[in-house]
């Protein structure tokens, strides 16, 4: 499993248009194939700082993810919005059983190994 986590700064006087950029963006993507999660959160600590969380099943369906028209959509229209440089963060998740006969319960242990802090341009390429 990949998962992004990227930071969006958005101008105090574009919240209400940034706010329906993300939303389309999250309600398109969600129905892509290998897509488990994609969301924008509200930063508590600023008004103008949104998070976005995105959960893919691998690196091909995310690869998928940034070669659709709605991505090209958002990314055009994203400057517009932005206060700043978006900063993300991809990470590979990996899980394994452990062996049955140790625990009464299979349990699953996740490693995760942290690629570095990219800007979305260059996730894209």
């Known amino acids: 499993m990949i998962i992004v986590h990227g930071i969006f700064p958005i101008r105090a006087d574009a919240r209400s ?15 892509e194939p290998g897509c488990l999660t994609y969301e924008f959160y509200a930063a508590l600590s600023s008004d103008t700082e949104f ?11 995310l690869q998928d993810h940034f070669e659709t028209p709605h991505m090209e959509t958002f990314l055009s229209e994203l400057p517009e919005v932005l206060n ?15 062996d049955a006969r140790t625990s009464r319960q299979s349990t699953r242990r996740s490693k995760q190994s942290s690629m570095p802090e990219q800007t979305v341009p260059k996730i894209i390429h």
């Open 51 to 61: 998070l976005l969380f995105q959960e893919w099943e691998s690196v091909d369906a």
């Open 84 to 98: 700043g440089e978006i900063m993300t963060r991809r990470y590979e998740v990996r899980s394994r059983e452990r």
């Open 17 to 31: 248009k940034a706010l329906a950029l993300m939303e389309e963006m999250s309600s398109l993507s969600r129905k």
